[in-house]
């Protein structure tokens, strides 16, 4: 067992199965945790002095705060149905309650707050879509919070990759207070696999190899990324998604390509 790679467990009392924060990471910055509700199951918390950004993965739910309260949101069912998703934003020193309207999977992802932005809701048609890549490194984007959109520090993404395919590839790095030509940037990756028997790899390395870890993700698993590369694979008959979650002292997104594979898209 790698100390990056974080696995699922039973669920607790308000359905929490995973949970990143930056304790357990040995960082400053991100936190990262999955519920899963069953309809009529709620959980309620307070954002404390993080801001945070509540993503249905799938399911339905009612989501409260404050005045702020959206009656029954969501749309997919299924992680795989590649609708974007709803999601809602929440600054640092708010409560919130989740009431889980069918069965939901929630990701709760959060980064310090500096309180300069409104609760919100983000809809599936606010979520820009694109695609990356060609041949077997092609991967579709959903930007849920990008860094053109208001936060304090978050920036989330989900990624879908086609069987057989790679991602985040070439391998990349945010790790450097080099601006503009590279951010510091903390991250995680919530992966899902379809067929949910399948499995994926994901490595996580530096230029100089002290660190140096290849692990093998199965359904529902979190890699935490603290620095370096982190390219990741997935065989054939099994599609990849991932929920990324970034944060770090600027709200920034520049990253660096390894040196050694950067011919890959200069042909």
């Not at 990056?4 to 936190?31: C, F, I, M, N, Y």
């Not at 707050?113 to 984007?141: C, E, W």
């Not at 395919?165 to 899902?192: A, G, M």
């Amino acid at each position: 067992m790698t100390s990056l790679l974080v696995r699922p467990h039973a669920p607790d009392a308000q359905g929490k199965v995973l949970e990143v924060t930056p304790e357990s990471a040995g960082w400053d910055h991100v936190g990262f945790r999955v519920h899963k509700l069953a309809k009529g199951q709620g959980l309620e918390a307070n954002t404390g002095d993080r801001e945070h950004c509540l993503v249905l993965l799938s399911g339905h739910a009612t989501v409260t705060s404050g005045e702020h309260r959206w009656e029954d949101i969501g749309e997919r069912m299924d992680i795989f149905e590649k609708i974007p998703p709803y999601a809602v934003y929440l600054p640092d020193g708010v409560s919130f309650s989740v009431e889980a309207t069918t069965d939901l999977e929630l990701a709760v992802c959060s980064a310090p707050g500096k309180g300069n932005h409104a609760p919100r809701l983000i809809t599936p048609d606010q979520v820009k879509r694109s695609t990356r890549g060609t041949g077997t490194n092609t991967r579709h984007i959903q930007d849920i919070l990008p860094e053109t959109e208001p936060a304090d520090s978050l920036l989330v993404v989900e990624v879908y990759t086609p069987a057989g395919n790679w991602s985040s590839y070439p391998p990349h790095k945010h790790d450097v207070d080099n601006l503009p030509e590279e951010s510091i940037l903390e991250e995680t990756y919530y992966h899902r696999l379809n067929p949910s028997q399948g499995f994926a790899f994901q490595r996580v390395y530096t230029d100089d190899r002290s660190l140096d870890e290849t692990m093998a993700v199965e359904d529902g698993c979190c890699v935490m990324v603290p620095r370096g590369y982190h390219p990741a694979g997935t065989p054939h008959g099994y599609e990849l998604y991932y929920l990324n979650v970034m944060a770090g002292p600027k709200r920034k997104w520049k990253f660096q390509n390894d040196p050694a594979h950067e011919w890959i898209v200069k042909q």
